[in-house]
């Protein structure tokens, strides 16, 4: 008789927490770490969100509460979507989550069987594909170019749809790339989804980043499109736009009440409800007249860190990196660092045993940590099938400019320390 089931192994985690560790070790022996791994804003959550929790808290406001829910949030969020995206819904289509993670992993649970067909970004968040092997759904990745800004453009699309396909996810603001979608783009893809996909095909719609956009740009969803808003599930947050990332709480809008009901009821299985203090401090920060103020000003700070970095990593030779127009990472392509430090000779030279395990970048990445001290994260963090060949790693620019430029003058030291690297692959520890 075996102690785990089967399946607990077929879930993967988020490398950028697993790297934490390798952090800690290293503080604790006495180094200093730069970390560009971690996407969490690095500003304080705005004083009218704290005072909120304060009074909710001095208000006894610590009971359980309405599992999809508490009203006066849904409602506020309704309100959001009538203005943001034109769509008029019912609070009973809205369910609140602890963070927006978990209806990542529901909407898979609810809407797929083993052996349908999930379409997922990649490079894209990694939740999207660990929770597809995890639930036996077949993952069916679609790779961003970076020719493209990282968007997905519709013929891509049509050419992976099949009879089998059940959920298409999309995120924009992307994470990992920061790529940003046009309202032309959404209509080609909602074309293609409305003439190739049967009604009951779900699409995800990861818009967690949508108030964190640079260059004048508007946030679009492709449940505006007309049709697509029977189709589609909007899935956001607080965490991003607050710098609350400690805070928990997600919500998802879904097509029609019947499905929101049922995502409500996995929410009474496994956590009852989410605090009803922070749920109230939440509703504060959609309606409080200093939040869109608050949220600007981290936006004009985010974009001045974009302008620096991507000016910093391009100036370096053999680097390029696009420029994002949404979140706060960038995503630069090291392939050639890789030819030039002689990670894809040494990733070659590899049993298959190890290299199963890595990739150039992320050799690269434990390189650039545990010789150089700067955390950045690995292509492979960010879907890791069909992407053997494909060399690059994400920088989280949610730091202040003195740290980011200590770290780009970190990696700038590891693209050049060839000897550095033949050092760390002798010692045969951290390749991964």
Known sequence: MDLYAKRTFLIDTENAFKIGPHIAALS???????????????FDVPEFIKAEIKR?????????????GVLSLREAITRKIEISRNLRISPEQVVIFPGAKPAIGFSQQVYCNPG????????????????IHYLGATPVPAHLSEKNDFTLSADYLFSLITPKTKMIFLNFPSNPTGGVISQKQLEAIADVILKKCHPNVRVYSDEIYED????????YTIASIPGMEKRTIISSGFSKTFSWTGGRVGYAVFPTIEEADIFKNLNINYFSCVPPYN????????EHPDSQKSVLQMVKIFQERRDYIVKALNDMTALSCKTPRGAFYVFPNIKEICERLGVLDAYAQLEESTRSK??????FQMFALYHHHVSVLDRRSFGKIGTEDKHYIRLSYASDTSILKEGVLRLSHAFED???????MKARSHLY
Do not use: M, W
């Open 418 to 424: 060839s000897q550095g690297f033949q050092k760390f």
């Open 358 to 363: 890595t990739s150039p970048s992320t050799l």
């Open 212 to 219: 964190i956009v640079f260059d004048n740009l508007q946030h």
């Open 279 to 286: 749920q109230e401090a939440a509703r504060v920060a959609l």
């Open 116 to 131: 349908d067909e999930v379409i997922y970004p990649s490079p894209g968040f990694p939740i999207f594909e660990s929770f």
């Open 28 to 42: 604790a022996a006495g180094h200093s770490v730069i970390k560009l791994n971690l996407g969490e804003p690095d």
């Open 56 to 68: 909710q808290l001095d208000k006894n406001n610590t009971h359980y509460c309405d599992p999809k």
